[in-house]
């Protein structure tokens, strides 16, 4: 297993269809949601317990197919935890559309060994942190 690589104890959500998969991810969400008045928001070990804010991946995940939606939504649970727990270094690059963003792209592991990537946008001025996208891969 290289080193660049989180592995999760969390299981990919299991379903055949969008509505049972979504219906998980969301209820987790929610349940995570009922604890701040303002923006919800997980703390990441990576960051230095900064907050990870969770609006902006529930927006761009709307943005896709449905098809896209449920290979994407089922990995929430993986990603949250990935997100909360990892120490390991992501690949970090500058937005080539905005300038004043960095993009941080973890890469994951299932206990299945299914493979994906969490992607995480920063803000160079306010220095806030926003989930983008959880997203199944083949590649390392």
Not at 8 to 22: D, F, H, N, Q
Not at 88 to 111: A, C, Y
Not at 124 to 136: E, Q
């Amino acid at each position: 297993m290289p080193k660049h690589i989180y592995e999760t104890r969390v299981r990919a959500i299991s379903g055949t269809k969008l509505p049972e998969v979504y219906k998980k991810a969301f209820a987790l969400y929610q349940n995570i949601k009922k604890k701040t008045k303002r923006r919800p928001y997980v703390r990441s070990e990576f960051f230095k317990k900064d907050k990870i804010f969770l609006e902006a991946y529930w927006q761009h995940l709307h943005q896709k197919a449905w098809k896209d939606r449920y290979r994407r939504v089922r990995f929430f649970p993986c990603g949250l935890e990935l997100v909360q727990n990892t120490r390991v270094s992501p690949v970090s690059k500058e937005n080539p559309f905005d300038r004043s963003q960095i993009l941080h792209r973890f890469t994951g592991i299932t206990p299945e060994k299914e493979l994906f990537r969490v992607q995480i946008k920063e803000e160079k001025d306010t220095k806030n942190k926003w989930l983008m996208s959880i997203f199944p891969t083949n590649d390392i």
